[in-house]
């Protein structure tokens, strides 16, 4: 069991949405119902799980077949990762479309590029990525984008494909001005994570934040990963997780000038409107009755 300090337990002030949550990691395989318990309990009435590779598409469609508590909802993604690029083939598109045929799947991804670990071959990266594009343009639904170090190559095959898919999401966003305003002219949405919350690498994002239109604002955790440096606690074992979400966005909040239930407000319908999901319009609800 991972149980938080009394310090880190903060519930948002508005219900909030975690769209990346790499819950099938095996960091969370003793006490997974723990750790969605307390995000319940930080505000965050929904999580999208990310798939990237048949390990975490599969993991993400059984969790949420085998969960009976409907609190927090669970969905999810289904695609590739470019560090997994090399494994692409006949069996993984396959298995993305089988995937994304079952309840609760809502965009395609984890996909995109990596030019900074380079994991996979570049070649068998955009092979991969262009396969999934073709994916989503089929299946018309958004997409869950993954870029490092790969912008240049990802604007050319995004601005190629860009009439023929739906919306997309450039999840945990690192980049620059320059990369911020290419992604938002392809009218594209912006996922941002405790990188913000880093005073040692996240300066450039920082000052970035406030130039993000709200309705293309969305936040994250990417747990376990990506632990936010601002907690006022230190977290035993440094494993990230969805109820500390709120601290990423009260960080959001504190950068644009805005109140947070304003900004946690705002990036859920935004949230929901992307992955359209009616079906936990009930969320507002919610949070006006805690």
Not at 104 to 125: I, K, T, W, Y
Request: proline share 6%.
């Amino acid at each position: 069991m991972h149980p938080l300090p009394d310090a880190l337990r903060f519930c948002s002030p508005e219900p909030l949405i975690d769209i990346g949550a790499n819950l099938t990691h095996e960091s969370f395989d003793k006490d997974r119902d723990a750790v969605l318990a307390r995000a319940l309990e930080a505000g965050v009435e929904a999580l999208v799980l990310t798939g990237t590779d048949r390990h975490s598409i599969e993991g993400a469609l059984a969790l949420i077949e085998a969960r009976h508590d409907p609190s927090p909802r669970l969905f999810a993604t289904a695609g590739v990762h470019p560090h997994h690029a090399a494994d692409w083939g006949n069996e993984y598109a396959e298995l993305i479309r089988e995937a994304l045929d079952r309840p609760g799947m809502v965009a395609v991804g984890e996909c995109g590029l990596d030019f900074n670990r380079d994991f996979s071959p570049r070649d068998a990266q955009r092979r991969a990525f262009e396969a999934q594009l073709e994916i989503a343009a089929e299946r018309r639904l958004p997409m869950f984008l993954h870029e490092r170090d790969a912008s240049t190559t990802m604007l050319e095959m995004l601005r190629s494909w860009r009439d023929d898919i739906e919306d997309a999401v450039v999840h945990c966003f690192t980049g620059d001005r320059q990369t911020l305003y290419a992604y938002l002219d392809l009218d594209l949405h912006i996922g941002l994570t405790g990188w913000l919350c880093d005073e040692r690498r996240g300066l450039q994002l920082r000052e970035l934040v406030g130039e993000i239109p709200l309705e293309r604002l969305m936040i994250e955790t990417d747990c376990p990963y990506l632990l936010p440096r601002n907690l006022p606690a230190k977290l035993k074992g440094r494993r990230h997780e969805p109820a500390l979400l709120p601290w990423i966005a009260r960080e959001i909040a504190g950068l644009r000038g805005l109140d947070e239930a304003t900004l946690a407000g705002a990036a859920t319908r935004t949230t929901q409107r992307f992955f359209r999901l009616d079906s936990i319009t009930q969320l507002t609800a919610i949070g006006a009755s805690r």
